[in-house]
């Protein structure tokens, strides 16, 4: 068996490991964070449940943590009320970003974790399942529910050789993003494997893993070896080591092997992970921010190798340069060794421990600025900045770039030392922001203000589609699309409120139309290209469709964990049988199906689609299984749940 298969083999409860069959999973861990946690509870709350019943839940605070007006404040206040309600460990705001603090004090080796975060799958670095997933997903796996997902196809990614001066995790993992792209990957699982993986630390396994989730993969893991127990030793957690590797005749589906020793500086160009260019190739591009930060490249080795570039030098006068730790851990460490003083004296700004850029709610560039970021996607708008156009690189292409102003591949910058950083043997440990609940039964008040609702509960599914097909996209419509964050984030908890916002930047009067229809009591329709809903786990890409009166999305392709929202709130997902189809529907007209109930019920893989007067009717697959048919016929997983 691969690790994959061992690790399932595991934690499976219902189906067979044949690949394409539906399978459930016992899920150890949780993770939530605050931009999708508010929801998440408030789900958990609406299934009525007395307690978390998982191995372990964690809630992090480090998405919202902009306060301007009180609802993110009050959105906070919630999530550790009913934290301490239900049994789950609270991360408070200024700890650090949840990836990067799971992976240093709560990961384990061979355990499930379901995060409501498509980052989740950073704990691979370090030998876990961990997989992303909608709030509600996460919801039920907090009360001992299980995970359904498809049997995963396994990739092995043979890594050979070692890393040159100049060349990081962050340049492998852009390397894999030009092989595989971010579409055609659903239902993958990609395993490290080969000679190249022992020369990797813990941190740089998990950068690799944690922009898996632009590949779509389910998630990405390496194995659990000599170098993720020095790893777990230094983080005073050596007793939940465990050696898990590939047996020696395990099976894949696919083998790439990357040679690490030719892999060069790359770059992702605006406005996608897997726009891949050289840094040859952008040579002397001028640039006007510098960001460095994110779940992806945070880390002590990360920074330490940054300050080292900027000790004694000063940033260029047209750069912006800012540098967010990933965490408290991390922030100590740089500041007891000096380096902070480093990196402010070379004048960077020095931002807090959280997401921040990377989720556009912050250091947003300026017109048709050019923005260098060490985060995982470069969509474009989410930056907050339209125009911006944003560049993905590993944090010491961007730190070269800060002090030089432009592109330049540091192979070729003689002015400069590579820097080689050594994992610590011991890490600071200091949980002080972690606060366990109290005992079971413990009388505890859950704040709720103005700003937080009730999760909407939808109807069970019509017995005919009658629908107007309220807005036409293309390839590529990420969640940042569908539903916007930055500036929109604090309104996660008021879904009518949040609803205004849906397809703001794509249509702007999305939400108005739609909602138009819904109250004539007429059904709304998206139709999409390839790779719909690609991106960000946020269910309120799902959700506030919902709300809006969507019942059916029809895309030439639609992304694994966008299309478990889209099922979990009801919303039935079909895919053109021709694709060629999508050219003969259009915004605005009419379509139905006078069976729509009923050929879901049966089990029916196909639905007729009939059209205006004079259009030929169009045929969509009904890929469902039997529990998804029956999560959508009730109106969604939240009904599903309630009814038993």
Request: aromatic letters at 6%; hydrophobic letters at 40%; proline letters at 5%.
């Amino acid at each position: 068996m691969n690790v994959t298969e061992k690790i399932i083999r595991e934690h499976l409860v219902e189906g067979q490991m044949t690949t394409g069959a539906d399978i459930a999973l016992r899920i150890d861990q949780t993770l939530t964070q605050d931009a999708t946690g508010t929801m998440a509870y408030l789900q958990f709350e609406a299934m009525g449940l007395d307690r978390v019943r998982n191995e372990l839940a964690v809630s992090y605070v480090d998405h919202n943590t902009i306060q301007v007006g009180f609802e993110n404040a009050d959105d906070h206040r919630y999530l550790q009320t009913v934290a301490a309600r239900y049994g789950v460990i609270f991360s408070r705001p200024g700890n650090g970003i949840c990836h990067q603090l799971h992976l240093e004090r709560f990961g384990i080796p061979g355990k499930t974790l379901l995060g409501s975060d498509s980052h989740t799958p950073t704990g691979g670095g370090i030998g876990m399942m961990a997989i992303g997933a909608g709030g509600i997903d996460v919801a039920v796996a907090m009360g001992g529910g299980a995970f359904h997902l498809t049997m995963p196809k396994v990739v092995r990614v043979m890594l050979t050789g070692r890393l040159k001066a100049w060349v990081s995790a962050k340049d492998v993992i852009l390397k894999v993003l030009e092989i595989f792209t971010t579409q055609g990957n659903v239902g993958c699982v990609l395993e490290y494997a080969g000679p190249g993986v022992k020369t990797l630390s813990v941190p740089e396994r998990a950068t690799i893993t944690n922009m898996g989730a632009e590949l779509g993969v389910t998630t990405s893991l390496f194995p659990s070896d000599e170098v993720t127990r020095r790893f777990m030793r230094a983080q005073g957690r050596e007793q939940d080591w465990r050696e898990l590797t590939a047996d020696a005749d395990a099976e894949y589906a696919r083998e790439v092997t990357i040679n690490l020793s030719k892999v060069e500086p790359l770059a992702a160009a605006p406005h996608s992970p897997d726009n891949i260019r050289t840094l040859a190739s952008l040579e002397g591009l001028a640039v006007d921010q510098v960001l460095i930060g994110s779940c992806t490249n945070s880390s002590y080795r990360d920074l330490k190798a940054v300050a080292r570039i900027l000790k004694g030098r000063v940033v260029h006068p047209r750069v912006s340069l800012g540098i967010a730790p990933g965490s408290r851990q991390v922030m100590m460490m740089l500041a007891k060794e000096g380096c902070l003083t480093d990196l402010l004296k070379s004048g960077a700004r020095l931002l807090e421990n959280a997401c921040g850029f990377c989720i556009g709610n912050s250091q947003s560039p300026g017109t048709d600025g050019v923005s260098l970021r060490t985060s995982n996607r470069n969509f474009e708008g989410r930056s907050g900045t339209r125009s911006g156009q944003i560049y993905l690189v590993s944090p010491e292409t961007a730190a070269i770039a800060a002090i030089e102003g432009v592109f330049r591949d540091p192979r070729r910058t003689p002015a400069y030392k590579a820097p080689r950083v050594r994992e610590p043997d011991v890490f600071p440990i200091d949980d002080a922001l972690l606060i366990r609940p109290p005992a079971a039964g413990t009388p505890v008040d859950i704040f709720r203000g103005p700003n937080i609702g009730a999760p909407p509960v939808n109807v069970p599914l019509p017995d005919a589609l009658r629908a107007v097909v309220a807005i036409k996209v293309g390839d590529k419509i990420t969640t940042d699309h569908i539903m916007p964050a930055g500036a929109r984030l604090k309104y996660r908890s008021n879904i009518p409120a949040y609803s205004a916002f849906v397809f703001e930047g794509v249509d702007a009067e999305f939400s108005k139309r739609a909602g138009t229809a819904r109250d004539r009591g007429v059904h709304n329709l998206i139709v999409a290209g390839s790779s719909y809903g690609q991106g960000s786990s946020r269910e309120h890409a799902a959700l506030c469709p919902m709300y809006l009166g969507v019942k059916v999305v029809l895309a030439k392709s639609i992304e694994r964990i966008h299309r478990a929202n889209l099922i979990n709130f009801g919303i039935v997902p079909l895919t053109f049988a021709d694709p060629a189809d999508y050219e003969r529907i259009g915004a605005g007209e009419d379509w139905r199906a006078d069976d729509f109930r009923r050929v879901i019920e049966s089990g029916g893989t196909e639905l007729c689609l009939v059209g205006p007067a004079g259009a030929t009717p169009i045929r969509a697959l009904l890929e469902l299984t039997a529990r998804q048919r029956a999560i959508v016929l009730s109106g969604g997983l939240l009904n599903f749940t309630r009814n038993g």
